[in-house]
């Protein structure tokens, strides 16, 4: 009896474990697809398909080939992409890099181009680099913003991003 309710409970435990994931990563994804809206790129970004690539997570990935199905960006397609780890990555407007992919984040844009609005989940992501870091707070998802690393990086923003972020660096 004892056995059966342990795994009773451990199952209900991975189960709720599962669902906050799915959750994180359905909210998050719906914020990536938000963000394009609120940036701009060069006109010579401008052409061909609008690449939201994502490192390090399969879950996000999945959510965010749901969130952006058949939309686009303007006038480009999006397209997710997942890369495994840092030798897949490609050129990208946007990334995600989880944070168990983090020491990728500081010398990215050699591989996805230099207007690449990065973001991650990392605690330190903005002083290596990224634009946006996702953080949890009053268990609800936000964001920190670094203007300085979005303009480093050519990227033009409405005051929207700066106005609605939790923190500004």
Known sequence: M???IL????????I????????????Q??????????FD?????KSGD?????IGSKN??????????????VTQNIVVKYFKNKDEISKCHVIYVDDSKSSTIFNIHEKTGVHCLIISNYYKAIEKGAVIQFIFEDNRLRYAFSRDNALKHGLKFHS??????????
Do not use: D, H
């Open 50 to 54: 609008f690449i939201i690539g994502v």
């Open 7 to 14: 795994t009773t409970l451990l199952f209900t435990l991975i």
């Open 41 to 45: 790129w060069p006109q010579t970004e």
């Open 60 to 73: 996000l990935s999945g959510a965010l080939e749901k969130v952006t199905k058949g939309k686009t960006n």
């Open 29 to 38: 994804a719906n914020f990536i697809y938000n963000f394009t809206k609120f």
């Open 160 to 169: 929207k991003v700066s106005e609605m972020a939790s923190k500004n660096y």
């Open 16 to 27: 709720k474990v599962n669902y906050a994931q799915v959750e994180m990563s359905q909210a």
């Open 2 to 4: 004892k056995r059966f």
